[in-house]
């Protein structure tokens, strides 16, 4: 089975600018979970997915959204970009709910 | 409010050295805790996931333990070789009241070092 796929791999904004990052999560696992990593504050959950529903919720500012579609695909969009929003932000898909996390390579968001 | 801490932030041994990480939380209230494995500029590989209901997991070189009473889990490398070098993260998953599942908290981390 392929793995966690996210893209795009790097990106490079500017202040106020918005992005958006998709993750494809493992064929039949229908929980997405998004995670921003920093030098700083280290992993930090943002949201969890599961069927098309948010099922848990971060402590980010109402900047930060997410969606998930029927196929399982999800993304996550951050608008009114900061410059304290540069980070790694690291998807992660599971199937059942006891079962680990398969995370993906990570999409690396510069904000200058 | 879950805390989760890892002790040493880093650490440096000679290959063939058994070592010990590791991590401890503030709530027993959890419904599991894993450990990761992180590669520079990479994402996150499990290494070994405990329920709330065991004391311990193995895999090959790796053993984890958990005591929830005490809020410690570690994570035992025997037999350290130089590709074990990494930052080794701990994560808790938290136990909602009702029951439900929470989401993961992760600690800093222990970035390790293995020379040959």
């Known amino acids: 089975?392929?793995?966690v796929t996210q893209t795009p791999r790097y990106l490079i904004k500017t202040r106020g600018q918005q992005v958006t990052l998709s993750c494809s999560p493992i064929s039949g696992h229908r929980s997405v979970s998004w995670y921003q990593q920093t030098p700083g504050q280290g992993l930090q959950f943002l949201f969890e997915y599961f069927s098309e529903t948010q099922r848990n919720k971060g402590n980010f500012p109402g900047r930060f959204s997410g969606r998930q579609f029927s196929n399982?695909?999800?993304?996550m969009n951050v608008s009114t970009l900061e410059?304290?929003?540069s980070a790694l932000y690291l998807c992660a898909s599971r199937?059942?709910?006891?079962?680990?996390?398969?995370?993906?390579?990570?999409?690396?968001?510069?904000?200058? | 409010k879950q805390e989760v801490t890892q002790i040493p932030a880093?650490?440096?041994?000679?290959?063939?050295?058994?070592?010990v990480l590791n991590c401890s939380f503030t709530d027993s209230a959890i419904y599991n805790l894993q450990w990761f494995r992180q590669d520079p500029g990479k994402g996150l590989t499990s290494l070994l996931l405990i329920q709330s209901s065991q004391r311990e997991q193995t895999s090959g070189r790796l053993n984890a333990s958990l005591d929830k009473s005490s809020g410690r889990s570690t994570l035992y490398i025997a037999a350290s070789q130089p590709g074990d070098s990494a930052t080794y993260l701990c994560a808790v998953r938290?136990?909602?009241?009702?029951?439900?599942?929470?989401?993961?908290?992760?600690g800093k981390?222990?970035?390790?070092?293995?020379k040959p």
């Open chain 1, 1 to 3: 089975k392929a793995g």
């Open chain 2, 109 to 114: 981390g222990t970035k390790l070092s293995v």
């Open chain 1, 83 to 85: 410059l304290g929003d």
């Open chain 2, 94 to 106: 938290a136990l909602n009241y009702g029951g439900s599942q929470g989401n993961l908290i992760f």
């Open chain 2, 10 to 19: 880093a650490l440096s041994v000679p290959e063939g050295e058994n070592l």
């Open chain 1, 95 to 112: 199937q059942r709910d006891y079962e680990t996390q398969y995370f993906g390579p990570g999409t690396r968001l510069l904000v200058l």
């Open chain 1, 72 to 75: 399982s695909r999800s993304e």
